[in-house]
């Protein structure tokens, strides 16, 4: 082989080599981009059902949060229920008790007969009903029904209820209304 040949076949083979590493070198970059655009897309898609998940979390918490708010809500509203119904029938007892007690009072009274003297008329039992009232803490106690005095000694201290307690236990003793006395003066002592 002469010279030029041999010129033309490394020419040749240069051109191929150069050819060939061109190629390489395209195969090469489309591979790279396609793995960045793959990581990309598994970045993407992990980081959106991340963003889902978390929304989800959210929704759910706040959910369960109104849940259980409504949940209070319907107990207190239980509890509201079911302490004015007691209230209202231990009322009711008491006034059956008390219409006993003062029908038996009355039969006590038409079966002995009182002396004369020893029977206060109506105006001293007004005038002494009147000055008891004014000893106690609560004006126009006689005339308060149980939940009206259950209302007010809220606002009484530990001694003026146990001063109401005692008249109350004289006169009409009506259980209801002794038993919130007897919570109060006990929530008094502990506090």
């Known amino acids: 082989m002469d010279e030029q040949q041999q010129q033309r076949v490394n020419e040749a083979a240069e051109q191929f080599t150069s050819a060939l590493v061109e190629s390489f070198r395209a195969v090469s970059a489309r591979g790279e981009a396609a793995q960045e ?3 990309q897309l598994t970045q993407d898609f992990f980081n959106r059902v991340l963003n889902n998940l978390r929304a989800q979390a959210e929704d759910t918490r706040q959910m369960t949060q109104q849940l259980a708010e409504q949940q209070q809500r319907q107990a207190d509203a ?3 229920l079911t302490r004015e119904s007691v209230d209202i029938y231990m ?3 008491d ?3 008390s219409y006993w007690q003062g029908a038996s009072q009355t039969a006590e009274g038409a ?3 009182a002396p004369i003297t020893s029977t206060p008329s109506t105006a001293e039992s007004t005038i002494r009903s009147q000055s008891s009232d004014q000893v106690l803490p609560l ?3 006689d005339k308060l029904n149980a939940n009206e005095i259950t209302d007010r000694i809220e606002k009484l201290d530990a001694q003026d209820i ?3 307690r005692e008249y109350e236990t004289r006169n009409k003793n009506r259980r ?3 038993e919130r006395m007897d919570a109060r003066i006990s929530a008094a002592s502990e506090a």
């Open 37 to 39: 655009q793959s990581a």
């Open 78 to 80: 239980a509890q509201t």
């Open 91 to 93: 009322n009711f007892m």
């Open 95 to 97: 006034s059956m008790f």
């Open 111 to 113: 079966a002995e007969p």
């Open 139 to 141: 004006e126009n106690y």
């Open 162 to 164: 146990e001063r109401l």
């Open 176 to 178: 209801s209304v002794l």
